[in-house]
């Protein structure tokens, strides 16, 4: 068994390596699957997940009541003049160490897809598509910390491909700081980008941003960390999320430009605005 | 159709990025395989002052502070390496010799590799703890250099490589980076420093030569340093890597149990033998069990014999053959000492029998080799099963040095070891997600289940009782280990008090139901004699000279049977409990407090309802009648024992109750002489008292008891009215009795002491008959020391049987006697507010006078008879429990004072000696590594008694000696407890 994240002090190198301020390697791809509408794949670290995107289209059957469905539903209602963001996360058995099988009602998926959604919703243009549905199905293939990060990235890559107007990328990571809570250590680094084995260890949390701005979409924080050490926590993270940004958007750009040099689009509907440097 | 790349190709990083996979097992027997990321970096420094380079890319933390560097540049040299050189122990090093890398006279500028760190915690997390201080220590110059990390350094295990010689091979690989890196990048004019390997494989070092690295194993590396010699000693040979080959994981440590029917026929045949296992207190490897087929109790020596048996679990022995047959051992082996660097978490990789548990094991086989003694063997034996566990609950406390650094926040679990109060008990492995929060507290755990495949036994965290040595916590502490019930009384209980409450009075009209057959003593010149601020008065006494010339004495008892009725809930609540308990500073009581300090209680000035027992004695102190009667008394006064002393010794007093307990006492006296002629021992227990502050109730002194005549005064007629009352209750019911019993000690109890006094002193100890064993020890004395006699009644003590109580129909009437009293029958009765036994034989004797009718309880023999094996238990816990409050509350007096006293040598081992200081009645082992900074030599000569030491500290200790010693407190490192420890001073 390696060391522990108690070693950082002795070297400032995290369990895998890393600096307090580096992002894990990034990879994305957009387009995955042509027959949806959008989809995108991506790897933060071992993290891999995958996002198919369907609709904006009519919305199905109504399953059961508002939010007692198992998808976590943002936005308005289907009957409404907004569309309705429909989040379901399937995590495989494969994904961490133990295989383990989640049912349809695990507690901490049904939340993650209850933020998903409604950070989406916030963020997609939802009232240019009255009375209809937009469903985003995410897959998670492995786990290795900050996972609700990787989803957000993932959901925001495959809305853009499936071309649904939205303010600007939401784009998420973690935070977390170098000693535990309980050890109230006040010259604590603060860290990006937490990997399962801090994750386990460490306080953490995941901040969304839109765009280059410092405009917090989301947060998430489920341990208990000294207030003190949350400043930093999040400065961190905020500046990881614009990071992030700069790999997706790198992503997307390298699409475009692939899908005009394969021809998938006419020059020039649309791309006229589109930054090809 | 898009396809999913292989996304590390693609990544220009991918060359920076390496995976490490590894496959571990869990405890469930699942295998997991783990596969994390390395990110690979050229910025991690070599931290020495030499390099020019790496202070350019040294890495800053979020504030932006740098990390000084570390190694010195103009390092030490040695003979073999004039120019300076840096240290690269490889784990193996660091494993065998710690406390080598720990001196204070070498061993600096220290490059401990992360690949040495990973591996050294995964097999000892203390070890592992004790060297990242080390690294935290400014002068010692020990840096981690993360060479897994560091590009240059990284090294992928190759195909058919085992995982141990790739990180040989990465050591070595980190060991010639160092040396190509600073060659390249020190200053101008400066010497390069050797880099030096320190291995103690012999495989690793011949490829280190292979290689061109420098290398040493550890021996050859000391001998070159100044004072070399005298740390050749704490350097283990040169091993070959196979030896120090890891356990597979899932191999069974211990054998397997035999199945029950198996057992039950052994035993039916005599073949295997069934009993109650014990640990010695001294030695955690050494249990003994008494079975009826051995006069001698057969002892159970090592880990694998014990085979996983917990104190207190009846088990099934097999015999060993006699070839194996031991003497019990003189060493002490304590637990703490032995397994402290054990890893909770990495159980697989251990030992079984750790190399320190056989060194100490193999001392003893060479010790009792070299006997020529033959007799003195043991017959020796295995545990082959366990027929029911004795497990409880344990209170303990989380060894600190078992924890990991990362004890964190609440998600991953850590395995840690807790360390039960209890000494005979093993530690227990406990997996908790709150260690960070456990830690420093007392906690209550059980054991869950002890498998063949795991070295301790696993465990449960179940509550915590607190900080450690907050008051609260250990008192509850102490209750729970004993087993003490101490929550408050429920309603059910409270309900059958009477409804008056403290209104109740004797019913003024005669002809009310409740003095139907009560005789009215209240003119009687009635008084009560106790301890001071005793509240619960259970007796009090009479006496009148009748006309004849003889006189009346009267013990009066609480009655208690009146309120108590058999079978409703506050009688059932009382039998569970059994007793009460005094602690210093508490008392946790049998009865509701109604009852027990004001109902019940024999209060002066008041009436009370009592059960008296009336005799009429000769001035010779010869009983001429007596009879039994419940009553209605006053008491004229609540006499301290200091009070009453003071007036009988005041001869200006004359007024009639002090004549009258002139009187008792004249003939107490009497009484006494009868017993002891008779062969009553007068044996003797180190008492002390423990003084509090009034107000706060911390202790501020302790204070040895002292002895007054009233005490015994008190005790003769108690004992007089309970040995009467036993032949009353025996009479009425042959079968059914609840009596008490003290059975004689087996003769071979004794032969130890016996030994040591015939040797020491010359002195010889008798034991046919407890008259002789009486008289032996008057003649124990020693004209120079008057302690020795109490020193010898002490030990003798420790010899005895525990008194039980049983029901007269489960032992023949021989069987009846109590041997410490020299009586024929013997029963408590003069105690019902406090004792359930007491309470019974109220109820018993009630009915023998026909006061009242028999209740089905006292009469059913299965019932009684599991009454009795409750009240045994419950009682010697209390006393137990009693003790250890007192010794905790000893242990506070003592905070932070350094006292010396006199002491007396009462045990004596090859590597330590017991000490008894009577001022403050504690006992505590001093060990031969305590005597001095480094451990002196001893000779101990086992048929002597002797310890001689030589070397660091000159020393000649033998049994019996008095000894000077400091007494302080203090708290243990690792543990975090605090105890007494007594350092010796001198010897006289
Ligand atoms: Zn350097």
């Known amino acids: 068994m390696p060391l522990d994240t108690s070693t950082y002090g002795l070297a400032l190198l995290r369990v895998d390596g890393r600096r307090w301020n580096e992002l894990r390697r990034i990879h994305a791809q957009i387009r995955t699957q042509a027959a949806a509408d959008g989809s995108s794949y991506l790897e933060m670290g071992h993290t891999k997940v995958m996002c198919v995107v369907t609709g ?152 969304a941003t839109l765009g280059d701005s410092d405009r917090v979409v989301a947060l998430v924080c489920e341990s208990r960390v000294q207030i003190s050490r949350l400043e930093g926590m999040l400065a961190v993270g905020v500046d990881g999320c614009k990071q992030v940004r700069e790999i997706l958007d790198q992503v997307i750009k390298a699409q475009g430009q692939k899908m005009i040099l394969e021809g998938t689009v006419d020059k020039g509907t649309g791309l006229n605005d589109m930054d090809l440097d | 159709m898009a396809s999913l790349k292989r996304s590390v190709e693609s990544d220009p990083l991918a060359a920076n990025i390496s995976n490490k996979i590894y496959v571990r097992s869990t405890k469930s027997g699942k295998v997991q395989k783990i596969v994390r990321e390395v990110y690979l970096r050229q910025d991690i420094p070599c931290s020495s002052k030499l390099c020019q380079r790496c202070f350019t890319t040294a890495p800053r933390d979020a504030s932006g502070k740098l990390i000084p560097f570390v190694l010195s540049d103009s390092p030490a040299g040695t003979k073999v390496f004039p120019q300076g050189h840096y240290l690269v122990p490889d784990t193996n090093a660091f494993l065998t010799a710690m406390d080598l890398f720990e001196q204070e006279s070498a061993f600096y500028d220290v490059i401990v590799l992360q690949i040495v760190l990973e591996e050294l915690r995964n097999r000892s997390l203390p070890l592992y703890n004790r060297l990242l201080s080390l690294t935290k220590s400014e002068d010692k110059r020990f840096y981690v250099f993360f060479n897994e990390f560091r590009l240059e350094t990284h090294v992928p295990r190759l195909d058919g490589e085992t995982v141990n010689d790739r990180n040989d091979r990465a050591v070595r690989k980190a060991v010639e980076w160092y040396g190509e890196h600073l060659a390249r990048s020190k200053g101008k004019g400066k010497d390069v420093p050797a880099i030096v390997m320190l291995s103690n494989d012999r495989d690793n070092l011949k490829k280190a030569k292979q290689e061109g690295v420098n290398a040493c194993s550890l021996a050859d590396y000391v001998k070159t340093l100044k004072d070399g010699e005298k740390l050749l000693d704490m350097i283990p040979e040169t091993q070959d890597s196979d030896q120090i080959k890891e356990k597979r994981p899932g191999d069974n440590l211990y054998p397997e149990y035999f199945s029950m029917s198996k057992m039950m026929t052994g035993v039916k045949n005599n073949l295997l033998h069934q009993g109650i296992f014990n640990v010695s207190p001294y030695n955690y490897l050494e249990g003994s069990i008494r079975v009826p087929a051995f006069p001698k109790a057969l002892l159970i020596l090592g880990r694998e014999n014990i085979n996983r048996a917990v104190d207190g679990d009846l088990v099934v022995v097999e015999v060993l053959p006699k070839d194996q047959w031991k003497e019990p051992s003189t060493q002490v082996i304590e637990e703490d000492a032995i397994t402290k660097n054990e890893n909770p978490d990495a159980e697989e990789s251990d030992d079984f029998v750790s190399e320190k548990e056989r060194k100490a094991l193999q001392e003893e086989v060479k010790r009792t080799q070299s006997k020529t003694t033959e007799g003195h063997a043991q017959p020796t034996a295995k545990v082959v099963g366990v027929i029911k566990r004795n497990w409880r609950q344990y209170v303990g406390h989380i060894d600190q040095s078992s924890v990991s650094q990362s004890a964190n926040q609440g998600k991953k679990q850590d395995s840690v070891f807790v360390i039960p109060m209890d000494k005979k008990i093993p530690k227990i492995r406990l ?3 709150q260690v960070s929060e456990l830690l420093g507290k007392r906690i209550l755990v059980t054991i869950d289940a002890w498998d063949r495949s795991s070295r301790h036994p696993s465990g449960h965290f179940v509550r915590s009782l607190g900080e450690l040595e907050t008051k609260a916590a250990e008192t509850e502490a102490l209750l729970l280990e004993y087993d003490v019930q101490y929550r408050p009384f429920p309603k059910t209980v409270l309900d059958c008090l009477p409804k008056e409450g403290h209104d109740w009075k004797v019913p003024q009209n005669l002809e009310d139901p409740g003095w139907k057959d009560r005789q009215d003593l209240r003119d009687l010149l009635i008084c009560s004699i106790d301890p001071i601020g005793c509240q619960d008065i259970d007796d009090a006494l009479h006496s009148r000279p009748l006309p004849n010339g003889n006189f009346e004495v009267g013990v009066h008892i609480a009655d208690v049977s009146h309120f108590v009725r058999p079978g409703n809930a506050m009688d059932a609540e009382a039998s569970i409990r059994g007793t009460t308990v005094y602690l210093v500073d508490k008392r946790i009581d049998m009865l509701p407090m109604l009852l027990g300090t004001d109902l019940c209680s024999l209060k002066p000035y008041v009436e009370r309802y009592a059960f008296s027992v009336i005799w009429e004695m000769t001035p010779s102190a010869d009983i001429v009648g007596s009879r039994f009667t419940k009553s209605v008394i006053k008491s004229r006064e609540a006499f301290s024992y200091e009070q009453a002393q003071l007036r009988v010794d005041d001869s200006s007093q004359q007024d009639e109750l002090t004549t009258n307990i002139r009187i008792l006492l004249d003939l107490s006296k009497k009484l006494k002489q009868k017993r002891l002629d008779a062969g009553a021992l007068s044996l003797s227990s180190p008492e002390v008292k423990v003084q509090m502050e009034s107000e706060t109730s911390d202790p501020i002194d302790v204070k040895t008891k002292v002895h007054l005549d009233t005490m015994s005064l008190v005790e003769e007629f108690m004992l007089l009215a309970n040995t009467s009352v036993a032949r009353r209750i025996h009479e009425a019911f042959p079968q059914t009795a609840i009596l008490r019993r003290h059975g004689a000690p087996p003769k071979t109890n004794f032969d ?71 009586s024929e029958i013997y029963t408590h009765f003069t105690s019902p507010i406090r004792r359930y036994a007491d309470l019974m034989a109220h109820r018993q004797l009630a009915a023998a006078i026909e006061y009242e009718a028999v209740h089905p309880s006292t009469r059913s023999r299965g019932k ?125």
């Open chain 2, 752 to 822: 130890d002491l016996a030994n040591q006094l015939k040797v020491k002193r010359g002195l010889d100890l008798s034991v046919e008959s407890s008259r002789a064993l009486a008289d032996s020890l008057d003649r124990c004395v020693d004209e120079k020391e008057p302690f020795f006699n109490t020193l010898v009644r002490i030990m003798a003590t420790r010899c005895m049987m525990s008194a039980e109580y049983f029901c007269s129909g489960t032992q023949s009437y021989p069987e009846f006697r109590h041997y410490g009293l020299a």
């Open chain 1, 56 to 207: 904006p289209s009519e919305p199905g059957p109504r399953r059961g009541a508002a939010g007692g469905a198992a998808g976590g539903g943002g936005g308005a209602g289907g009957q409404s003049k907004d569309a309705e963001v429909v989040v379901n996360i399937v995590i495989a058995g494969f994904s961490s160490v133990d295989r383990k099988r989640r049912g349809r009602g695990d507690k901490r998926t049904l939340e993650m897809q209850s933020t998903l959604a409604n950070t989406l919703a916030a963020t997609l243009h939802t009232h240019l598509f009255p009375h209809s549905q937009i469903n985003i199905s995410l897959h998670v293939l492995s786990q290795d910390g900050s996972l609700l990060a990787a989803l957000i990235n993932a959901a925001t890559l495959a809305c853009v491909d499936a071309g649904i107007p939205m303010t600007d990328y939401v784009t998420a990571c973690t935070a977390g700081s170098t000693s535990t809570y309980a050890a109230n250590d006040e010259g604590a680094d603060p860290l990006l980008d937490l990997n399962h084995q801090e994750e386990q260890e460490l306080p953490g949390l995941t901040v």
């Open chain 2, 864 to 988: 009684l008879e599991a009454v009795c094996k409750n009240i045994n238990v419950r009682h010697r816990n209390a006393q137990l429990a009693g003790r250890a409050s007192i010794a905790y509350y000893v242990g506070q007096a003592l905070r932070g004072k350094a006292t010396e006293e006199d002491g007396f040598v009462m045990k004596i081992f090859s590597n330590g000696f017991v000490v008894l200081v009577p001022k403050f009645g504690i006992e505590s082992l001093i060990r031969l590594r305590d005597l001095a900074e480094t451990e002196p030599q001893a000779e101990f000569d086992a048929e002597n008694y002797v310890l001689t030491t030589g070397g660091s500290r000159e020393l000649r200790v033998e049994l019996f000696q008095k000894v000077r010693v400091r007494v302080t407190d203090q708290k243990d490192e690792t543990t975090g407890k605090r105890g007494v420890k007594m350092e010796l001073v001198r010897t006289y």
């Open chain 2, 431 to 433: 997996r908790t997600r």
